[in-house]
């Protein structure tokens, strides 16, 4: 069975600092890996997605993930963080083959920007 | 487009109770997915439905359930309402049945159980 862990609960940085969100997957079967966001009052907000290929996928609002099969991980980074990214991120990974669209999600990340 | 609109936002019911959660999906949608969202947790897959039918079931008991309306549109009813069911509890559409087809989430309804 697939399951997701986000490693840290909370992370705080400084506007302009890099972010970086750790993320690691569990699939007998090759993973279909998802990041999102969620902002208070929101719903979740697709980041992006790594499905087959490129194990570099680059996201919106300058986000970017690399998929590392041999380290099972999957993590979420930006090179300078705004005070806007302060939100909730989940990782998630999309259960059995991908046809049916059921999507298991971490515990999820709270993302602190300090000015 | 207005997107995936839930309703209502907010929902205060006592144990016992029956509540209906209601999903509109994005235009062009045919698939919609619930999940609930405990506080400080992710969300949880309850079901999903496609074609007016329960396509996939996550581990919920009998107690939650949903209908699809001819027009894509869902609801989620759960009876006999537990302190532990207060969550925010989120729709979400995709299309042609789902699968790796992006998911778009509403914002969610906040159902409160005293």
């Known amino acids: 069975a697939q399951s997701v862990t986000q490693l840290g609960s909370h992370v705080s940085v400084s506007e302009g600092a890099l972010v970086l969100l750790r993320c690691n997957y569990s699939?007998?079967?090759?993973?279909?890996l998802f990041w999102y966001v969620q902002y208070p009052n929101q719903g979740l907000q697709l980041l992006l997605k790594?499905?087959?290929?490129?194990?570099l996928v680059k996201g919106i609002n300058g986000f970017e993930a690399e998929f590392k099969k041999s380290e099972t991980s999957f993590h979420l980074t930006k090179p300078s963080a705004h005070m806007s990214d302060a939100a909730e991120y989940f990782c998630?990974?999309?259960?059995?083959?991908?046809?049916?669209?059921?999507?298991?999600f971490g515990q999820g990340t709270t993302l602190q920007v300090k000015p | 487009d207005a997107g995936v609109t839930q309703s209502p936002t907010h929902l205060i019911k006592t144990r016992g109770q029956q509540v209906t959660l209601r999903c509109s999906p994005k235009?062009?949608?045919?698939?919609v997915s619930w999940y609930q969202q405990a506080l400080g947790q992710g969300p949880q897959f309850i079901f999903q439905?496609?074609?007016?039918?329960?396509?996939q079931r996550g581990n919920f008991p009998d107690r939650f359930s949903g209908h699809q309306f001819p027009n894509y549109s869902s609801e989620l009813n759960v009876n006999a309402l537990l302190l532990g069911d207060s969550a925010l509890y989120l729709c979400?559409?995709?299309?042609?049945?789902?699968?790796?087809?992006?998911?778009?989430f509403g914002p969610g309804t906040r159902l409160t159980v005293l």
């Open positions: 439905y496609y074609e007016e039918e329960e396509r």
């Open positions: 979400a559409s995709s299309a042609m049945g789902g699968g790796l087809n992006e998911q778009f």
């Open positions: 998630a990974v999309i259960h059995g083959s991908g046809n049916t669209g059921k999507l298991i």
């Open positions: 235009s062009g949608h045919d698939t």
């Open positions: 790594y499905t087959t290929g490129a194990t």
């Open positions: 699939s007998s079967v090759p993973p279909y």
